[in-house]
C-alpha cells in the first residue's frame, strides 16, 4: 500500500502519522502526509501533479477548508465551493489513477438540523443541515453521493468516516475559532498562567461524544484496510460514554492542574442540549475496541499543548 | 477628497461609519469585516446595522445623514433591501444558456414575437458555443458577451436508463456547469441569474402537494440522484451567495414541459415528447399507437412557450432567491390518457390506441403547488392544453427531418 493522507498537518492527520509510525504501519508500507504547503487541493491541476508524483494506491482524504462558527455564517459561499472543488479534484483525480480506496472525512455537525435521536449512518440527507454552516455542511454531505455514484458507475469502493467530537494534540486551539475541548484547554491554560478564573460559556449541562484523535487514527487505518461498505461508518465512543460539558471541564482542569475558580456563564448559549450519534454500526464490526480512557486522553492532549504552546495553532 | 468605499464593498454611496475608538467595539467591528484587509480609516455603511441602533428612526435610502448610536455593532452581512450589484450601463443583455434546447427555443420565440424592450440584446448559447463543464470556455463566453443577466438552461440531461447507468458523470458534469456559469457571473458582474431545477429533484418520500420550501427535506429517486443532487446545490449556491455578497440569484421550477423543439428519442425522452413521435410514427406506417401503462396517472403539464414567458417575468420582476415552481395549478392536472387523447387529436388520428398494462406508471401522482406563482400573477393565461398539444403536433410534422431523436 502507498498511502496519501490530505490535511496530513491537521488534528486528525497528526494522530494518523503517529500510531502509523507507533507499530500500525506494516511491511512495505508507505506513507506520505501531505499538507496545504504541498499543493493548493482547490486545483485540478496542482491535484493532479501531487497524484503523479506520489502515485498512491490508497488515500485517507481529510484536507478541507473548515473555520469557526462565525466565518462559516459569512462565507457559506466559500466554504460551499472550495469544499467541492477539493472533494472533486481528490475524489476524480484518485479514480482516474486507479486509487484503490479512498477514505473520507465528514461530521455529525452536516447532519440534518431537524431530527430524531440517535443519529446513525443512514440519516445525512434526510433533512436540511444547520443554517449556520450549510455550505459547508452540503459540501461534506456531497462526499457521499460522489462515493455512491462512483460505485455505481465504475464499482469503487470510496468511503467515508463521520467521527463527533474529535480532541487531541495539533489541534486548532484558537479559542474564537476552535471547538470546545481546545477552546476550554486553551482558556484553562490562560487562566492558570495569569491567576484569574475559567470562564466557562454556557451551564455545562449539555452531553457530547468525545472521541481522542488517537483512537480515531486507530479506526481509520481498520476503515481503510478492512470496512468494505460504501455507507459512511459513525466513529465514536456509545452513547452510555456521553459526558456532560461540566465532565469536560473537570477532565481539563485536572488535566491542566488548575487550582483556580471555575465559572459558568450561564448568559452564554448552550447550544444543543444532546446530539447523540449512534456507534452500533462500530461495535458490530469491532466489538471490542477500547477507546482511551477520556481523563487519561485529555491529560496527554493538555502536556502536549503545555509543551508545545507557542507552536500550536491558535 | 477621495471616494469612500464601505470595506464591504457594497457600492453605497452615503452614511459611512469609522471604526470606534473604545477597543472592545472596535473588536466586535474588525470580527464583523474579516476578511477583508484592515485599514485604520476603513468604513462601514449603514446597510450592515440593524435599524434600532440608529438615532434617526427612519432610514431613507439616500441622502439623509443617519446617526449611528454608540455602542453599536454591525450586524447586517449582506444588505437585504437592495441588491449589491455594479450598476447597470443601459438595457439588459441576456445570455441564454442551453438555448437550443426546448425552454430555450421558446425563450426566443417569445423574445422575438413581442417580449424583447427597445434597446435590450438576447444571445442563445448552445453547446457549440462554449463547453460549459470547462471553466476557461465558460470565462471566454462570459468575457466576449458581458452579459447583464444570465438564464440559466444547460445541462446535462437524459432519461431513465442514462441517468441510473452514470449517476456520477450527471452528478460532476451539472456540477461544473452550474458552478461555472454562478461564480462567471458574480465575476462579470451579472445583476441576476435565473437557473431552472425541476420537480424530478424533489424528495422521493414527501407529501403532496410540493411547494417551494420543501426541496431539501430528504433524499431524492434512486434512479436519478446525481442529476438530483446537482440541480438542488443550486439553491444552496444562490442561498450562499445571497448572504455573502447581496447577490439575488434565483430559480424556476417547472413541472412537466412540452412543446416544438424538445427531445423526442423514444428510449430516452420524457412523456408528451414521446406520445407525440409515437402517435406520428404510428400514423405514418398505419399501425395501432401503443401507450405505456394504463393512462390513470395524474400530472401537470406546462407549454414551454408559458414557460418561457414566466421566465422572462422571473428575470425582470421577480425579487426573492427562494424558487419559484412554474406549473399549472392542481385543478388542471390531467391523466395521461387525458393527453394521450388530446396528441391524437392533434394528429387527427384515426387507428387503436392500447394501453399496455403490463408496464409500469410510475407515480399516480406528483402534485405540486403553484400558490406561489399565483401570489404574483393571478391572471396569468396558460394556454389551453389542446391547442398546445396541437401546436407540438403540427411542428413535429413539419420538422420531423430536423428533430431530435
Not at chain 1, 39 to 51: D, G, H, K, P, Y
Not at chain 1, 268 to 291: E, I, M, V
Not at chain 2, 203 to 216: F, L, N, V
Request: proline content about 4%; aromatic content about 10%.
Amino acid at each position: 500500500m502507498r498511502v496519501l493522507v490530505t490535511g496530513g498537518s491537521g488534528l486528525v492527520g497528526r494522530a494518523i502519522e503517529r500510531v502509523v509510525k507507533e507499530g500500525e504501519g506494516r511491511e512495505g508500507e508507505e506513507w506520505i502526509f501531505l499538507s496545504s504547503k504541498d499543493a493548493n487541493l482547490m486545483s485540478a491541476e496542482e491535484t493532479r501533479s501531487v497524484f503523479q508524483k506520489h502515485r498512491p494506491t490508497h488515500v485517507i482524504h481529510l484536507a478541507a477548508m473548515v473555520g469557526g462558527l462565525f466565518r462559516n455564517m459569512r462565507q457559506n459561499l466559500d466554504f460551499w465551493r472550495n469544499n467541492v472543488f477539493i472533494n472533486d479534484n481528490v475524489l476524480q483525480t484518485a479514480h482516474e489513477f486507479g486509487v484503490v480506496k479512498v477514505v473520507s472525512c465528514l461530521s455529525t455537525c452536516i447532519f440534518p438540523d431537524k431530527t430524531t435521536y440517535p443519529i446513525d449512518e443512514t440519516m445525512i440527507h434526510n433533512g436540511p443541515p444547520h443554517e449556520s454552516n450549510f455550505g459547508y455542511a452540503y459540501a461534506k454531505r456531497m462526499i457521499d453521493v460522489h462515493n455512491r455514484a462512483c460505485c455505481q458507475q465504475y464499482g469503487r469502493r470510496y468511503t467515508a468516516v463521520i467521527p463527533t467530537n474529535v480532541f487531541g494534540p495539533h489541534d486548532n486551539f484558537n479559542i474564537e475559532d476552535g471547538h470546545v475541548l481546545p477552546g476550554l484547554i486553551h482558556k484553562t491554560y490562560m487562566a492558570k498562567k495569569e491567576g484569574k478564573a475559567l470562564q466557562v460559556w454556557g451551564s455545562g449541562r449539555p452531553l457530547r461524544q468525545f472521541i481522542y484523535s488517537l483512537d480515531l487514527a486507530r479506526l481509520f487505518l481498520w476503515v481503510l484496510r478492512d470496512y468494505d461498505e460504501v455507507e459512511p461508518i459513525i466513529l465514536s465512543v456509545g452513547e452510555e460514554d456521553e459526558l456532560s460539558i461540566k465532565d469536560a471541564v473537570n477532565a481539563v482542569v485536572e488535566g491542566m492542574e488548575f487550582k483556580g475558580d471555575v465559572i459558568y456563564d450561564t448568559s452564554k448559549a448552550d447550544g444543543q442540549f444532546k446530539k447523540t450519534a449512534s456507534n452500533a454500526k462500530l461495535r458490530k464490526y469491532l466489538p471490542d475496541f477500547k477507546f482511551t480512557p477520556f481523563k487519561a486522553a485529555m491529560k496527554e492532549t493538555c502536556d502536549w499543548f503545555e509543551a508545545n504552546y507557542d507552536i500550536a495553532r491558535k | 477628497m477621495a471616494t469612500r468605499r464601505c470595506v464591504l464593498k457594497c457600492g453605497s454611496k452615503a452614511n459611512f461609519f469609522h471604526l470606534p475608538k473604545e477597543e472592545h467595539l472596535k473588536t466586535k467591528w474588525l470580527q464583523f469585516t474579516i476578511p477583508q484587509k484592515y485599514s485604520p480609516s476603513l468604513v462601514l455603511c449603514s446597510r450592515h446595522f440593524e435599524d434600532d441602533c440608529f438615532l434617526n428612526a427612519i432610514k431613507l435610502g439616500f441622502a439623509s445623514r443617519l446617526i449611528l448610536k454608540e455602542g453599536s455593532v454591525p450586524s447586517v452581512f449582506a444588505s437585504a433591501s437592495s441588491s449589491v450589484s455594479q450598476p447597470m450601463d443601459g438595457p439588459m443583455r441576456v445570455l441564454v444558456t442551453g438555448g437550443s434546447g426546448l425552454v430555450g427555443r421558446a425563450i426566443e420565440r417569445v423574445v422575438k414575437e413581442g417580449e424583447r424592450r427597445e434597446g435590450e440584446e438576447w444571445i442563445f448559447l448552445s453547446s457549440k458555443d462554449a463547453n460549459l463543464v470547462s471553466a476557461e470556455e465558460t470565462r471566454s463566453v462570459f468575457q466576449k458577451h458581458r452579459p447583464t443577466h444570465v438564464i440559466h438552461l444547460a445541462a446535462m440531461v437524459g432519461g431513465l436508463y442514462r441517468n441510473m447507468r452514470q449517476n456520477l458523470d450527471f452528478w460532476r458534469d451539472n456540477v461544473h456547469i452550474n458552478d461555472n456559469v454562478l461564480y462567471m457571473s458574480q465575476e462579470f458582474g451579472v445583476v441576476k441569474v435565473v437557473s431552472c431545477l425541476s420537480t424530478c429533484v424533489f424528495p422521493d418520500k414527501t407529501t403532496y402537494p410540493i411547494d417551494e420550501t420543501m426541496m431539501h427535506n430528504g433524499a431524492p429517486h434512486e434512479s436519478n440522484y446525481g442529476y438530483a443532487y446537482a440541480k438542488r446545490m443550486i439553491d444552496v449556491h444562490n442561498r450562499a451567495c445571497f448572504q455573502q455578497y447581496g447577490l439575488r440569484y434565483t430559480a424556476v421550477i417547472p413541472t412537466n414541459i412540452f412543446g416544438p423543439h424538445d427531445n423526442y428519442n423514444i428510449e430516452d425522452c420524457h412523456v408528451m415528447p414521446g406520445l407525440v413521435h409515437k402517435t406520428y410514427l404510428a400514423k405514418k406506417e398505419g399501425k395501432p399507437l401503443e401507450v405505456w401503462g394504463s393512462g390513470r396517472a395524474l400530472r401537470q403539464f406546462i407549454y414551454s412557450v408559458d414557460l418561457a414567458r414566466l421566465f422572462v417575468w422571473v428575470l425582470r420582476e421577480y425579487d426573492e432567491v427562494e424558487p419559484i415552481i412554474a406549473s399549472v395549478g392542481e385543478e388542471d392536472e390531467l391523466t395521461i390518457k387525458d393527453a394521450v387523447d388530446a396528441v391524437v387529436e392533434g394528429f387527427g388520428f384515426k387507428g387503436e390506441v392500447i394501453y399496455d398494462t403490463s408496464k409500469s406508471d410510475g407515480q399516480i401522482k406528483k402534485t405540486a403547488s403553484n400558490a406561489k406563482l399565483r401570489k404574483y400573477l393571478p391572471d396569468f393565461k396558460f394556454t389551453p392544453f389542446k391547442a398546445a398539444v396541437k401546436e407540438t403536433c403540427d411542428w413535429l410534422t413539419a420538422n420531423y427531418d430536423i428533430i431530435r431523436k
